[in-house]
Each structure stands twice: as structure tokens, then as C-alpha cells.
T-cell receptor
Framework: EPEVTQTPSHQVTQMGQEVILRCVPI?????FYWYRQILGQKVEFLVS????????KSEIFDDQFSVERPDGSNFTLKIRSTKLEDSAMYFC??????????????FGNGTRLTVT | GNSVTQMEGPVTLSEEAFLTINCTYT??????LFWYVQYPGEGLQLLLK?????DKGSNKGFEATYRKETTSFHLEKGSVQVSDSAVYFC???????????FGGGTRLMVKP
């Protein structure tokens, strides 16, 4: 069964550094998402992306964050200047249509980001 | 705004025990509701869903019924196995269908 893949599985970076988290969504999916889960807390929505633009974003997704689909297969999340509180598990997801009814979101295994 | 509240864990059960994990939601209208499961070291997997009131989602012996009158979507399983040990997340989707709101997750531990 096709799956969403994320790399790396664990990323350690120093505060203030830029980090790029990478995702390869399922190939025939059109909608892409990033979520994050701070240790011991809820899974929180960050952003959704369709047709090469952001369709929805949360208040967490401020100017330090950006997303890009640089080619036909990758979907990336960039954090420009990481803060300690950005340490979390970041999940990429994709869906064929918007995630209602018969088109659920498929999640990757996540990238654990540790900011020191 | 929309929110999802589920019972805090951990829930510890013996094998073959009955499981209930409570979930309630607040929303404008009638969102689709989901249960996701996260096994250790893995991502979130869709377990089951219900898209309208009184629908029952089911998968792998788990069931949940969309109750509009109590705004609930409780997860149940008649006989849990050790392999069911995981974190379970209740979620709803917004009207545009592009944003899931998750509950806090409930860790289930099943002992042999």
C-alpha cells in the first residue's frame, strides 16, 4: 500500500538555525498537510496546501514557517530560525481530496525535531 | 471554535477486557468524526470514521457511533489484545474539509 514518507526521522539543530523537513506524499494525492505534536501534547494542525498554495493555516504557522512543493514529489516544511519551543514531532499528511468522507488523511511516521 | 475532548490516559486493561475511550466534540454544524491510532514509533493511522449522525464506524473490532444528541463519538472494543496497545486520537474535520482537530490522545496499555 502506498505511504507517506518523511525524512529524516530525527533532526537535531541549534537554536536560530534553519531546518527543512521533507515529505514525499502519496503520488496521486493532491492535498498536503503538516501537523505537529509537542511531547505529551495534542496533535496540532499547522498548514494545508493545494494547487501550489496554502489553503489553510493555523496561528502556529507564523512567518518563521514556510512550505513548498519544489518538484512533483516532495513537500517541505521550512523553519527559518528555530526556537526551543519548535521541538516536536512533525507529521506530514496527504489526501486525494479534502479530507471529508471517503478521502481520509494518510500520515507519515513523523520527523522528531530537537532544538538545542 | 471546534474542539475535541477525550478521556485522559493511560488506560490499562487486561487482554480480552472491554474497552471504552470517551470522546466529545464541539463544532458548528455536523462535522465528520474520526479515530486515529498511533502505534509505538509509527505515524497516525486512520482507524475508523463516521460522516453523519447515527453512523457507526468500525474496523479491526473497534466501533464508534456518531451521537449528535450527546456530541460524542466514543470508541469501543469488546475484547482487547496486547497488539492494541497504542495511543488513540479522536478527531473532527472542519467544514472546508482541510483541517483536522485532534483530541489529546489516550494511551491504551493491554497486559497479557
Amino acid at each position: 500500500e502506498p505511504e507517506v514518507t518523511q525524512t529524516p526521522s530525527h533532526q537535531v539543530t541549534q537554536m536560530g538555525q534553519e531546518v527543512i523537513l521533507r515529505c514525499v506524499p502519496i503520488s496521486n494525492h493532491l492535498y498536503f498537510y503538516w501537523y505537529r505534536q509537542i511531547l505529551g501534547q495534542k496533535v496540532e494542525f499547522l498548514v494545508s496546501f493545494y494547487n501550489n498554495e496554502i489553503s489553510e493555516k493555523s496561528e502556529i504557522f507564523d512567518d518563521q514557517f514556510s512550505v513548498e512543493r519544489p518538484d512533483g514529489s516532495n513537500f517541505t516544511l521550512k523553519i527559518r530560525s528555530t526556537k526551543l519551543e519548535d521541538s516536536a514531532m512533525y507529521f506530514c499528511a496527504s489526501s486525494q481530496q479534502t479530507g471529508v468522507g471517503n478521502s481520509p488523511l494518510h500520515f507519515g511516521n513523523g520527523t522528531r525535531l530537537t532544538v538545542t | 471554535g471546534n474542539s475535541v475532548t477525550q478521556m485522559e490516559g493511560p488506560v490499562t486493561l487486561s487482554e480480552e477486557a472491554f474497552l471504552t475511550i470517551n470522546c466529545t466534540y464541539t463544532a458548528t454544524g455536523y462535522p465528520s468524526l474520526f479515530w486515529y491510532v498511533q502505534y509505538p514509533g509509527e505515524g497516525l493511522q486512520l482507524l475508523l470514521k463516521a460522516t453523519k449522525a447515527d453512523d457507526k464506524g468500525s474496523n479491526k473490532g473497534f466501533e464508534a457511533t456518531y451521537r449528535k444528541e450527546t456530541t460524542s463519538f466514543h470508541l469501543e472494543k469488546g475484547s482487547v489484545q496486547v497488539s492494541d496497545s497504542a495511543v488513540y486520537f479522536c478527531a473532527q474535520i472542519n467544514n472546508a474539509g482541510n483541517m483536522l482537530t485532534f483530541g489529546g490522545g489516550t494511551r491504551l496499555m493491554v497486559k497479557p
